[in-house]
């Protein structure tokens, strides 16, 4: 370790290949000096948090380890205090978001329609499209989101046809049960209006309750 002591690394290296030479070795030498720097634990649970995540989400699920590693380098990490919208209704949508901590309310028109926790996403959508949000997203509480915007993603595609491809089928397969789940929908509430209209051709309960009485006084 006295060859490494308050060097610079070029020096380190050249020190190491005359050790080498000095100890009889010979012309085909390799130096390999790595520089290893101490990782914070805190950022290190938040990395592997990252990672279970990304892995229990159906758009990731085909990914490697090694896939995980670089997608997850793609997103940046925002924070959002209670009452904070994290995407607006009409606006045009440029990002996902994956809820990595904390809880939101999905308002359709100021109402509520869903929630969202931890391990949710949203908003994957735009990333092939810059469609208005169709709803907002705001903070029940303190949230963290890790966000990906489209131009990091067009990046991830340009750059890997492998992982394009994983990630291109798992969101025609969101969009998919998205779509079957919005029709099915669309069906009970045709059919309860439906009911309802049929209902009304009738005479109403009320109305035969009146009658009968009326009957029995005359």
Known sequence: ??????????????????????????????????????????????????????????????????????????????????????????????SLFVLLEGEGEVRKGGAKVASVGAGDHFGELSLVDRHPRSADVVATGPCLCMVMSRKRFYGLVREASQMTVKLLWSLAQVASARLRQTTDELELARSMVTSVQQDSTGPLPYMEETRELEEGES
């Not at 370790?1 to 005359?18: F, G, S, V």
């Not at 805190?42 to 995980?68: P, W």
């Not at 670089?70 to 606006?91: D, H």
């Open 1 to 94: 370790m006295w060859l490494l002591k308050h060097q610079a690394p070029e020096d380190c290296t050249a020190n190491l290949i005359r050790h080498a030479n000095s100890r009889g070795g010979k012309d085909n030498i390799t130096a390999l000096i790595l520089d290893v720097e101490e990782v914070d634990s805190a950022r290190a649970v938040l990395n592997q948090h990252k990672l279970d995540t990304l892995r229990g989400i159906t758009l990731f699920r085909f990914f490697s380890f090694d896939e995980l590693l670089k997608v997850a380098s793609l997103f940046e990490e925002q924070r959002f205090q209670p009452g904070a919208l994290i995407c607006r209704e009409g606006e045009m949508g440029e």
